[in-house]
């Protein structure tokens, strides 16, 4: 059990993600899933508005996933995201204002314009690229733990991928050599049960994407994917023998996306209703909040001032993201290759 | 009197969809198989059937008329089911392959280059591999006032490293009409043929469209407006990209002839240089990168062939030699516009 009943602490408002102080930790738990959802609600209203984004895959309902697992990292380690992203940003820590310009095509945004929703990330925040080419990301997770290993820095590096990319070639091939060479790395499969409209059990032939763990030698397991806890714990152990040496793990979190696959996608012509309701009835924000009004430690009350606090940020990102620049005609030729003199000779 | 019955027109996915559903009701072996080609795959006893089609909603509807058999939606597996098609092509099925996005290709090139449009050469003639694979491409190019399209993986052209391959035959439809006649001629013919279909042809492409199956042939490009001053020559939206420089063209007493490619290869040489014999300048309008494009390899055939008709240097008008930016005002500039063509012909005429 990581919770315990301690006094919330004066310096507790923003936590950190590795605080074995419950307190601490619980704070920066929620603050991230909330800071997620609210930059999501967001953005999807300013879509529905006619803020023209570009495709974008909202990662609404899977909060707990990014943050739990990223809540078992340190700053250093590296996660490879997917096509849904903007949840792993925020919980590995990229700053929501330039997030939000990006989205904007402004020259002031995460990838000056260039990346947009489908690449947008931060690698000061070691987070090796959102990714729509499914399965892609997880090879770059496998190079950033084989680069650990062989320069010694005890990294460990983390491989988001949905149930829907565990079809791809690359992610078996990822397993593995990860396994072979027993990399520090972790897979985490989000496994939130449709490829656009295909479900899981049409597209895998295994009850479970953690089965086939087995085949490559390696644990895996499947955990709650609403619980952050839960997530915490699987994600937690995985990290550690990541760390220590032991190779890499597959964790399987069980979720559920509550919109459609992009901002165009009809979920009812796919999703049972009622199988909807069930889902959005075990959502991970409002199972944290039911949990700290039963056993704590921290009240509604701090919750719903981290709430208050996040949409402020929130007003700030989107006003940062209206009021940037946009690129000009020169940036479309900036950085396609690197030039000579900033390679070493 | 009124005519009673107007020409029916179609849009493109539609039009690609009626080619595909009359071709599997002519031939048992026709298949259709990718991604969310019917989606919510395996949920009709839930209610659920056809829940998507594709980019263009092409394969819409032909799960419920050819059923889970023919028409097979994959698991994210593009070199499996790629490489599956091969296999199924060469055992006597003709399957139609879509691969969601060109940029895709990526994942299952192998199996493109090496294994379908190798495989009829290397087996001596003996094999025949009659597949398609159906690709959607392309980018907006509009300017909006901020935000952005698809950025770098969801919105390339790519036709160039495709039509680069010897043993592939690629095909760029531009309307309805030719959309559903190269479909079919793509589908009946023995060798492994790509269709690239653009993501925003929009009412540019409706037209009529017979309601019977036709061929448009493959290797055949089209003069879609005559005239005598200057070649503007395109495929895909760059046509209509050329023919709309042609109208302004026109006002100022300029008669620009455009050429339609509709196949990349084997390119209708022919045409090309019977036009530039006439018209002495040719414009090549690209929406690929410049480098080993299209348009730099029209350039050369017609300068070796026929460079003494020439009365000015050849001028291509390509994507920028960038990967696709992400913001609307950069994708703008990035894609082909019409004021690039109209330069170009000042410059020829200068």
Redesign the interface.
């Known amino acids: 059990m990581i919770v315990s009943k301690a006094t919330p602490g004066a310096a507790a408002e923003v936590g950190a993600p590795n605080a074995r102080e419950p307190v601490q930790q619980c704070l920066w738990l929620y603050e991230r899933m909330s800071l997620i959802r609210q930059f999501e609600e967001r953005l999807k209203w300013l879509v529905e508005t006619g803020?023209?984004?570009?495709?974008v895959h909202f990662y609404i309902g899977q909060e707990a996933v990014a943050v739990g697992v990223c809540a078992a990292l340190e700053e250093t380690d590296w996660v490879a995201s997917t096509h849904r992203g903007h949840g792993h940003c925020i919980a590995k820590g990229v700053e929501v204002a330039p997030m939000m310009a990006?989205?904007?095509?402004?020259l002031s945004g995460t990838?000056r314009?260039?990346?947009?929703s489908?690449?947008i990330t931060d690698i000061t925040k070691h987070i090796l690229g959102v990714?729509?080419?499914?399965?892609a990301g997880v090879a770059h997770a496998v190079g950033a733990a084989l680069s650990a290993k062989v320069r010694k820095t005890k990294q460990v590096a983390v491989a988001f991928f949905g149930e829907?990319?565990a079809?791809?070639?690359t992610v078996h091939e990822c397993m593995n050599m990860a396994a072979i060479w027993k990399l520090p790395l972790v897979f985490v499969c989000e496994n939130n049960g449709y490829?656009?409209?295909?479900?899981v059990?049409?597209?895998?032939a295994v009850g479970k994407i953690a089965d086939r763990a087995a085949a490559y030698g390696m644990p895996g397991v499947t955990v709650d994917g609403q619980d952050v806890f839960a997530v915490l714990r699987a994600a937690s152990d995985a990290v550690e023998r990541a760390r220590s040496g032991a190779g890499p793990s597959l964790v399987e979190c069980m979720t559920y996306r509550y919109f459609g696959h992009h901002q165009s996608?009809d979920t009812t012509?796919?999703?049972?209703a009622e199988e909807e309701k069930a889902a959005k009835g075990r959502d991970c924000l409002k199972g944290f909040r039911d949990r700290m009004a039963s056993e704590g430690p921290l009240t509604l009350a701090q919750l719903d001032a981290v709430d208050q606090k996040n949409k402020l940020r929130m007003d700030e990102a989107v006003e940062f993201a209206?009021s940037g620049p946009?690129?000009e005609?020169a940036?479309?030729?900036t950085d396609?290759y690197v030039p000579a003199e900033k390679s070493p000779s | 009197m009124k005519e009673s019955t107007a020409l029916r027109e179609l849009s493109f996915g539609p039009s690609i969809n009626e080619a595909l559903r009359q071709e599997m009701r002519r031939d048992p072996n026709v298949i259709v198989i990718g991604?969310?080609i019917a989606?919510?795959?395996?949920?009709a006893h839930?209610g659920?059937v056809?829940?998507?089609g594709g980019p263009m909603r092409a394969t819409r509807g032909l799960i419920t008329e050819f059923g889970p058999e023919r028409v097979i939606?994959?698991?994210?597996?593009?070199?499996?089911f790629v490489g599956a098609a091969v296999g199924a092509a060469m055992s006597g099925l003709r399957p139609v392959v879509e691969v969601m996005f060109v940029?895709?290709i990526?994942?299952c090139y192998d199996q493109i280059i090496n294994q379908a449009a190798k495989m009829h050469y290397m087996m001596g003639g003996r094999v025949k591999v009659p597949m398609v694979i159906r690709t959607a491409y392309g980018t907006r190019g509009d300017k909006?006032?901020?935000?952005?399209?698809?950025?770098?993986?969801?919105s390339q052209t790519l036709y160039s490293v495709l039509a680069h391959i010897p043993g592939l035959k690629v095909v760029v439809p531009s309307t309805a009409y030719n959309a559903k006649g190269l479909t079919i001629a793509a589908i009946r013919d023995d060798g492994p043929v790509v269709v690239l279909e653009h993501k925003f042809l929009g009412l540019q492409a409706k037209g009529h469209v017979p309601e019977e199956p036709y061929v448009v042939p493959i290797g055949k490009a089209a003069i879609v407006r005559p005239g005598k001053d200057v070649t503007l020559c395109g495929a895909g939206r760059m046509t209509h990209l050329c023919v709309e420089a042609a109208d302004a063209l026109a006002k100022d007493g300029i008669a620009a002839e455009v050429i339609d490619l509709l196949t990349l290869n084997p390119l209708d040489e022919e045409t090309i240089f019977e036009s530039v014999r006439r018209t002495h300048r040719l414009i090549v309008v690209d929406e690929d990168t410049p480098v080993c494009s299209m348009a730099r390899d029209i350039a050369a055939r017609v300068a070796e062939n026929v460079f003494d008709y020439l009365d000015a240097p050849v001028k291509t008008v390509t994507a920028?030699?960038?990967?696709v930016?992400?913001?609307?005002?950069?994708e703008a500039?990035?894609t082909p516009r019409v004021e690039q063509i109209l330069e170009a012909v000042r410059q020829q005429m200068g």
């Not at chain 1, 990714?131 to 399965?135: K, L």
């Not at chain 1, 490829?195 to 479900?199: I, K, M």
């Not at chain 2, 920028?320 to 990967?323: E, S, Y």
């Open positions: 803020a023209p984004v570009g495709p990006e989205l904007f095509g402004k990838n314009g260039k990346g947009g489908m690449h990714n729509p080419i499914n399965g829907g990319s079809g791809v070639g490829a656009q409209t295909t479900p059990e049409y597209a895998c996608d012509r796919y999703r049972p209206k946009l690129p005609a940036d479309l030729h396609v | 991604e969310d989606g919510a795959a395996g949920r839930l659920f056809d829940a998507w939606d994959t698991p994210i597996s593009e070199m499996g940029d895709l990526g994942m909006r006032s901020y935000g952005g399209g698809a950025a770098a993986h969801h920028a030699d960038t990967p930016p992400f913001s609307a005002v950069l500039i990035y």
